[in-house]
C-alpha cells in the first residue's frame, strides 16, 4: 500500500505511478489470451476441452458434449440450494428486473411537417454471450447482473459460460442461472470461453455480443474479440475509491476497502481522506480485518501491490483525484455525500452515505454491478439493458417530402462526385 499527500512535494508523479500500474493487462497476458483465441478458433470443440484441463483442472466425460450443463443437473442443484438463499435470490432478481425494466427506452417518431416521418428504433440482438467468473470465487450474483438485463431487453438466446475448476460447479449459480432466464451453461472459463462465444465451435454457436465481468484473460478477451462480436465494457479486476472525512468510523471503511481487495491480487481499494488522523486509523484497521478474513491472502496481496490511502486538502483535490482515478466503484462517506457526489464526473457506480456500503449494491440494491475497471469509467458505463439493445433509424417520405429536401441531396452528391447518388434522387424528381 502506499501512503500519499497532496501536500507531499513529488506528490504528482507518485498519484501517475499510481494510475499507470499495470494490474490487469499486461504484454504477458495479450500474447497468453491471443494464443488461446487462436486455438480455439483452430482447434474448436477439441481446444476447449484440452484448454479446460489445462486451465481448470478438470475434463467432461463424453467429450464436449459433457461442457454443456443439462437441465436435469439444474433441477438437482436448486433442490440442493437453502431456501433462504434462494429466496434472497428472488430478492435481489426481482429489484435488480425492476431497475433494468426503468431503463428501457422509447422509440423515437418525428414529423418533420414537410412530409417525411423519421424514426429511431430499438431491437434486441438475437444472442447474448454471458461470461461468469469462477475461478477464485463462484458469482451467483453475475449471473442474475448479466442474465437480467438481457432476458429484459428482449434476447432470446442467452448463452452462460463460467469456469468450473477442478471439475465444482456451484449449486447457487445453476439456481440464479434458471431464474434470470439464461437458455444454455457452459462450463467454460478464461479467454477460451470468449472465444468460443465470440467465434463459435462445434458444440457452442456463435453470439453477436459478449458481456460480463472476469478476471485479465477475460477482460483482454474481449477487447481482442470486440469487432468479431459486440462487447460490454471491460470489467476486470474490482475496484474501489472511498473519500471519507474525519466523522467516518475507519474500521467501516477498512472493511470496504478489503470488500473489493478480497476479490483478485490483482484488484485495487484507494481510501481518499482530508484527514491525516483517518489516514492513519484506516490503516490500522485493514491490518486488523486482514488478521480475521478467510481470503486474507488475497485482499493482502491486493492491499499490498495495488491498495493506497491519500490524504487531500479539500475536497476539490480529491474529486478531481476520482475524476483522474476514474473507478469502477465510488463510496461518499462525509457529512453532504450527495454535494461531493455532485463535483464527481467519472466513476461507474457510486454509494452515498455511511449506510450505503458497495457490497448491497454488489447483491441487492438493483443497479447492475457488471462496471467499467482499469479507468475505462471515463468513457465506460456499466452494464444495461441497452447492451443488449441495439437501434435502427427509419425514414418515410411522401412526394412532397422528396420534392422539398431532394434538390439539395441532389446538389451535395454532385460535389461528391457521386453520381449515382444523385441520379437516384434526381430521377423521382422528374429531373434525370
Ligand atoms: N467488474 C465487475 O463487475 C466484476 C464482477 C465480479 C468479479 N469481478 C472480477 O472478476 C475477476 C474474477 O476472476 P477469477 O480469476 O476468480 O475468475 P475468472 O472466471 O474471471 O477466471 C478464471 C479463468 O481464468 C483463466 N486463467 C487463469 N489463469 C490463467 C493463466 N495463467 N493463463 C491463461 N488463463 C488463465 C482460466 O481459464 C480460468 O478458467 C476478479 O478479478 C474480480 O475482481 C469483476
Ligand atoms: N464487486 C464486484 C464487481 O467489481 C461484484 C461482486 C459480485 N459478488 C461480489 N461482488
Ligand atoms: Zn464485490
Redesign the pocket.
Known amino acids: 500500500m502506499i501512503r500519499l499527500s497532496t501536500a507531499q512535494s513529488g506528490f504528482e508523479a507518485e498519484f501517475r505511478a499510481l494510475l499507470d500500474q499495470a494490474r490487469d493487462t499486461t504484454a504477458q497476458v495479450d500474447a497468453?489470451v491471443a494464443s488461446?483465441i487462436a486455438e480455439v478458433k483452430r482447434g474448436g470443440d477439441a481446444a476447449l476441452l484440452d484448454l479446460t484441463t489445462r486451465?481448470?483442472r478438470w475434463t467432461p466425460e463424453g467429450g464436449a458434449a459433457g461442457l454443456r450443463v443439462p437441465a436435469s443437473e439444474i433441477d438437482a442443484a436448486q433442490a440442493r440450494c437453502a431456501p433462504e438463499l434462494l429466496d434472497a435470490l428472488d430478492l435481489a432478481a426481482t429489484r435488480i428486473e425492476r431497475f433494468h425494466a426503468a431503463q428501457l427506452p422509447n422509440d423515437v417518431e418525428l414529423d418533420d411537417t414537410l412530409g417525411l416521418t423519421l424514426g429511431m428504433r430499438w431491437g434486441a440482438i438475437d444472442a447474448a454471450g454471458i461470461y461468469v467468473?469462477?475461478?477464485?470465487?463462484a458469482?451467483p450474483s453475475?449471473v442474475l447482473m448479466n442474465a437480467i438485463p438481457a432476458r429484459v431487453a428482449g434476447v432470446g438466446r442467452i448463452a452462460m459460460a463460467v469456469?468450473t475448476p477442478d471439475g465444482v460447479l456451484n449449486d447457487l449459480v445453476l439456481a440464479a442461472a434458471h431464474r434470470a432466464g439464461v437458455t444454455e451453461i457452459w462450463r467454460v472459463?478464461?479467454?477460451?470461453a470468449i472465444a468460443a462465444l465470440a467465434w463459435g465451435t462445434d458444440s457452442i454457436h456463435p453470439v453477436d455480443r459478449v458481456a460480463g465481468?472476469?478476471?485479465a484473460?477475460?477482460a483482454e478477451a474481449k477487447r481482442q474479440v470486440f469487432g468479431r462480436v459486440g462487447i460490454d465494457s471491460i470489467?476486470?479486476?474490482?475496484e474501489v475509491v472511498v473519500l471519507a472525512d474525519a466523522s467516518q468510523n475507519p474500521a467501516l471503511i477498512a472493511i470496504d476497502l478489503l470488500a473489493q481487495a478480497e476479490?483478485?491480487e490483482?484488484?485495487q481499494a484507494i481510501l481518499i481522506t482530508t484527514s491525516a488522523q483517518m489516514a492513519h486509523a484506516v490503516e490500522h484497521a485493514v491490518a486488523d480485518h486482514l488478521a480475521t478474513l478467510p481470503r486474507a491472502a488475497i485482499a493482502g496481496a491486493s492491499w499490498d501491490k495495488h491498495g493506497a490511502i491519500i490524504v487531500v486538502r479539500d475536497w476539490e483535490e480529491g474529486a478531481a483525484l476520482v475524476d483522474r482515478l476514474a473507478p469502477?466503484h465510488l463510496e461518499v462517506m462525509v457529512a453532504d455525500p450527495q454535494a461531493l457526489f455532485a463535483r464527481v464526473r467519472h466513476a461507474g457506480a457510486a454509494f452515498l452515505g455511511a449506510h450505503c456500503p458497495e457490497a448491497l449494491g454488489d447483491y441487492v440494491a438493483g443497479p447492475n454491478?457488471?462496471?467499467p475497471?482499469g479507468r475505462t469509467a471515463r468513457f465506460a458505463s456499466g452494464l444495461s439493458v441497452f447492451d443488449f439493445l441495439k437501434r435502427t433509424t427509419w425514414i418515410s417520405a411522401e412526394k412532397r417530402g422528396l420534392d422539398a429536401i431532394g434538390p439539395a441531396a441532389v446538389a451535395l452528391a454532385e460535389a461528391e462526385g457521386l453520381t449515382a447518388h444523385a441520379r437516384s434522387i434526381a430521377m423521382r424528381l422528374g429531373q434525370g
Open positions: 497468453a488461446i486451465f481448470d467468473p469462477g475461478g477464485k470465487a458469482y453475475s469456469p472459463g478464461g479467454a477460451q465481468p472476469g478476471n484473460y477475460v470489467a476486470g479486476p474490482s476479490h483478485d490483482s484488484a469502477e454491478h457488471v462496471l475497471t
